[in-house]
Every structure is written in structure tokens, then in C-alpha cells.
């Protein structure tokens, strides 16, 4: 499901909700929910506003404190990294993957709300949130496994200061792979999923606190399987590489809200092969 173009992500998410609830239709919504919805919509969007000011705030910081002498072609000093140094680089790791993936679960957190309210459900807020931890917990998780393997990389002396691989042929793999990925099947199915929030807050719903992390998680393993590989991106090029962080923001984006999204992925992974091909064949 696209957003029709130009219309504001609020009124496209409120316009489809009075279908969530069962046996109901729009006539029977209370009275006062429009006015609860904008109320949710404001409080919701604050607080996922706050969440992603942190993580830019967090890469920002840490990209502006790096020294400016150019090590594209040096590896930093690769002494073993203490536990201090590793929690340092996990928190940096869930704030890269946060700032990528949370503007675009946007309208899923909208969706999930709206409709708690609409099911006249208890603890909107509190669901809301939990919903939003377990769509965190996943990317959480990814970053771990980012955080080690750039833990394996830097004891092998294969980072530069930024936190990028110092060696073209894997930075060129990586894109071929992301590109390649990007005309699967599952690529695809994963993308539809995420571009269908109704679909899956109707087909998926669970009621309670649990029900609300459990289908953060669920929402959130999609989103990632469809973004994986180009999330994987970062890796070469550096965890404080802020226009590739950018960059592929501004592409999940916009695969997930443009009613072409589905060519634009296609689109996208023919430059990734192309841009990775040249890198691998100088």
C-alpha cells in the first residue's frame, strides 16, 4: 500500500483505522476520538522525535570528536578494545541502526496507536511504547552483531579511525550483494509488508502489554529483512560515515512512502551492482 502523493503521513494513517475495529464502522467511532487521535498523533510523533534527535545527536558528537588527519589509507592502532570500549561501540551501533530504521516504523507506531484507541484497549501509551522497544530490541540485536564483527575487524587492523574497512574489494562485495538483494523475492515480500502497516496491525493484532512488544518484534524482524543488506552497508563504509548513513536513510525511506517503491528498490539495486562492480574492477 502506497501513501497517495502529497497527502500528510497523519491523515493517510487516519483515514484507514475505523476498519480496524471489529464490526464496527466509522459511524460507530466515540465521539470524542478525533480528537484523542490528535492528541495520540502529537504525543506519539514527540516522543519518536525525541528517540531520533538522540541518535543523530549521539553520530554527530562522535563524527565531530574524530581527529581530522586522514586515515583512508592507514589502520588505526588495533590494541585489544576493553569492555568500556565495546559498550561504547555497541551504544554507537544501536544509534546508527535506530537513526536508519525508526523514521521509517513511523507509520506502523501511528497505526498501532490509532488503533489501540479505536479497540478502546487500555494503556494506549505504555502499548505504544513497548511496541516501539520491541521494534528496538531487533535493531538492537543487529547491532550487536555489527559491534562484534567491527570488534573482529579492528583486532585484525582492518578499520581506519572512522570505523571503515580498509579494504576496497569488501566495501565493492558488499554493494553487489545489496543490490543483488534488492530484485529478490524476499526483498520484496519484506517491502510490501512494510509499505501495508493496516495489513499487518488487522491480520497480526494481540491484545495486552506482551501482545504490544511481541508485535513490535514482529513488525521489526520485516523491516529488517528488508533492509538488511543495505544496513550491512555501514560496515565498510564506516560507522561515523554520516552521508552513506544519510544516504540510505533517505532510500529506505523512500521505498517504504513513494507509491514507485517497488521500482525504485530495483532501481537502487542496479547502482549498488554498479557502483560495487566498479570498485571490484578499477
Known amino acids: 500500500m502506497a501513501f497517495p502523493s502529497g497527502a500528510p503521513l497523519s491523515a493517510h494513517v487516519s ?13 460507530h467511532v466515540p465521539d470524542h476520538a478525533p480528537s484523542r487521535a490528535g492528541v495520540d498523533r502529537t504525543v506519539v510523533l514527540s516522543l519518536l522525535g525525541l528517540v531520533m534527535a538522540l541518535c543523530w545527536a549521539i553520530l554527530l558528537l562522535r563524527a565531530g570528536s574524530m581527529p581530522t588527519t586522514d586515515f583512508s589509507l592507514h589502520a588505526v592502532d588495533a590494541a585489544p578494545w576493553n569492555a568500556a570500549d565495546l559498550a561504547l561501540l555497541l551504544a554507537l551501533w544501536v544509534a546508527v541502526i535506530a537513526a536508519i530504521m525508526l523514521p521509517a516504523a513511523v507509520p506502523a507506531v501511528l497505526l498501532y496507536a490509532r488503533a489501540k484507541r479505536l479497540r478502546r484497549e487500555r494503556w494506549v501509551y505504555l502499548s505504544t511504547l513497548l511496541f516501539t522497544l520491541g521494534c528496538l530490541s531487533v535493531w538492537s540485536g543487529c547491532a550487536l552483531a555489527a559491534a562484534m564483527l567491527a570488534w573482529l575487524l579492528h583486532d585484525a587492523g582492518a578499520l581506519d579511525e572512522s570505523m571503515a574497512v580498509l579494504v576496497p574489494a569488501a566495501t565493492g562485495l558488499a554493494l553487489v550483494a545489496a543490490g543483488v538483494y534488492q530484485w529478490t523475492p524476499a526483498k520484496h515480500a519484506c517491502l510490501e509488508h512494510c509499505r501495508a502497516p493496516l495489513a499487518f496491525v488487522r491480520t497480526e493484532w494481540r491484545r495486552g502489554l506482551p501482545g504490544a512488544f511481541r508485535m513490535g518484534v514482529a ?64
Open 15 to 27: 483515514a484507514q483505522v475505523p476498519a480496524l475495529v471489529p464490526g464496527q464502522g466509522a459511524t
Open 219 to 282: 513488525d521489526a524482524r520485516c523491516a529488517t529483512g528488508c533492509c538488511w543488506l543495505l544496513l550491512a552497508l555501514v560496515l565498510p563504509a564506516g560507522a561515523l560515515n554520516l552521508p552513506v548513513i544519510g544516504g540510505l536513510l533517505v532510500l529506505i525511506l523512500a521505498e517504504k512512502m513513494l507509491p514507485s517503491g517497488h521500482l525504485l528498490a530495483c532501481a537502487a539495486g542496479l547502482g549498488l551492482v554498479a557502483w560495487g562492480t566498479a570498485l571490484l574492477f578499477p
